[in-house]
């Protein structure tokens, strides 16, 4: 086995940065060869089959073309469970997982009712499905493979989620009943930024999924916080990730549409990442509508 690490390591040495290789060099051997890590420690000279180390060949040639593990292994882990990938879908960020223990612990109420917009592989929806007592969760999309894609992990699962394909700029609030959550992680990479994103992401991910114009960064924020606005039940919450250079912009808008409060937060990178608002009691419309005429 050391061989064989030996090279992987080599093979992907000006490719990655050292910490990540090393990453590398222990999934795709947990991969092919089923070894965790703990046995890849203690069997540092154990001898691979051919057809081992071909497969490891394999993966090790589509990790030089950039190609996401993630993709390769066909599944990620995300919340606790595990979820399938595929170039249909966004890979789950670790940043979006704390969001969501975040979110875990704030709403503790049991039977919300949930919408997750634009679900990709399912990650929220399924999560929050998993782990919110009773929870009653739709999730919509508008890829037909995405949605496919999380329906096979709503069942790998084992919880009941609502999929169906829509539109989330054309969709009328009147298409929808009302919720007590509502969810999303909306494209939000402005195309000026692609310049600075790696091939990893820029090659493989959707790109439906990711990209807003620049001229209009907050086009799919402003659609979510219409629909929120119009589908949220009263002390309703609406949780969103954002672009890390829009975070006052977002929540500037979200105010003038009469959320409060409006919470801006950072991830674990001390970036401005979430942001949750509510929709305040009835008898506070008029005065936060007032208030931001």
Not at 17 to 41: A, D, K
Not at 163 to 184: H, N
């Amino acid at each position: 086995m050391n061989e064989t690490t030996a090279y992987i390591r080599d093979s992907l040495q000006t490719l990655y940065p050292p910490e990540e290789i090393r990453s590398l060099t222990r999934r795709v051997i947990e991969y092919v060869c089923g070894l965790p890590l703990h046995e890849q420690m203690l069997r540092k000279d154990t001898q691979l089959s051919c057809a081992e180390k071909r497969r490891i060949r394999e993966v090790v040639q589509r990790l030089e073309q950039s190609e996401p593990i993630q993709y390769i292994m066909g599944e990620v882990s995300f919340g606790g469970l595990s979820f399938e990938v595929n170039p249909s879908v966004l890979i789950p960020r670790p940043e979006t997982e704390e969001w969501v223990e975040y979110l875990l612990q704030t709403e503790t109420a049991s039977g919300l009712r949930v919408l997750d917009i634009g679900t990709g592989s399912g990650c929220l929806a399924i999560t929050l499905a998993k782990r919110l007592a009773g929870a009653k969760v739709t999730a919509i999309d508008i890829s037909t493979e995405a949605l496919a894609t999380a329906e096979r992990n709503a069942l790998r699962n084992r919880v009941s989620v609502t999929f169906r394909q829509a539109d989330m700029l054309a969709e009328p609030a009147s298409a929808f009943p009302t919720f007590d959550l509502i969810v999303s992680n909306p494209p939000y990479v402005r195309h000026s930024e692609k310049a600075a994103m790696a091939r990893n992401v820029l090659d493989y991910e959707p790109h439906q999924a990711l990209f807003v114009p620049d001229g209009d960064p907050l086009l799919f924020h402003r659609r979510i916080a219409a629909l929120a606005r119009e589908r949220l039940a009263e002390n309703g919450a609406l949780y969103v990730e954002i672009n890390a250079a829009c975070g006052e912009l977002t929540t500037g808008m979200l105010r003038e549409k009469g959320f409060h409060p409006v919470t801006l937060m950072r991830d674990m990178s001390g970036k401005d990442r979430f942001v949750t608002a509510h929709i305040p009691p009835k008898s506070l419309h008029g005065c936060i509508l007032e208030f931001h005429s």
